[in-house]
């Protein structure tokens, strides 16, 4: 069968591509616009900032507001996560990933079965270490 791919459906496609890509955007710009307002509104709120000074001095008048939160409003003291560790590890084999599946795509256009496999493989095998790290920050404090 051939005829079956036209200049309509390459479109088609690349309309779909531009059309998920922004829709990642949009996500992650949503993740950034949460974490703006949880920094610069909402935790000063708790301390009493702007309008709010009864808030900070009747529900909790030992709470100060900085960013990360270490201590929260009702006293629970939390932990920040260093960059240092599983987070630069993680960040490296996402990296990693995406150089073996650029080569794996390199392969498939020069029709080099064998390290197409390999690359592959090798893109598999460091999103399954990627997840298995996440996993265990999860799991572990």
């Not at 200049?7 to 496609?13: G, K, L, P, T, V």
């Not at 507001?65 to 629970?76: N, R």
């Not at 599946?101 to 598999?124: D, P, Q």
């Not at 997840?131 to 404090?141: A, N, P, S």
């Amino acid at each position: 069968m051939t005829g079956l791919y036209s200049a309509q459906m390459d479109r088609s496609f690349r309309q779909g591509m531009v059309w998920f890509i922004f829709s990642e955007v949009m996500f992650f710009l949503a993740f950034f616009g949460v974490l703006f307002y949880a920094r610069q509104l909402a935790v000063p709120w708790l301390d009493g900032a702007g309008h709010r000074v009864m808030t900070g001095q009747l529900l909790w008048p030992d709470f100060t507001a900085h960013w990360p939160l270490l201590k929260t409003p009702g006293g629970a003291t939390t932990q920040a996560m260093p960059w240092q560790g599983i987070p630069l590890i993680n960040t490296l084999i996402l990296l990693g990933s995406s150089v073996t599946l650029l080569f794996a795509h390199m392969s498939l256009e020069n029709g080099r079965r064998m390290r197409l496999k390999g690359m592959l493989l090798a893109t598999v095998v460091l999103g399954l270490t990627f997840l298995w790290f996440q996993g265990y920050l999860i799991t572990h404090d």
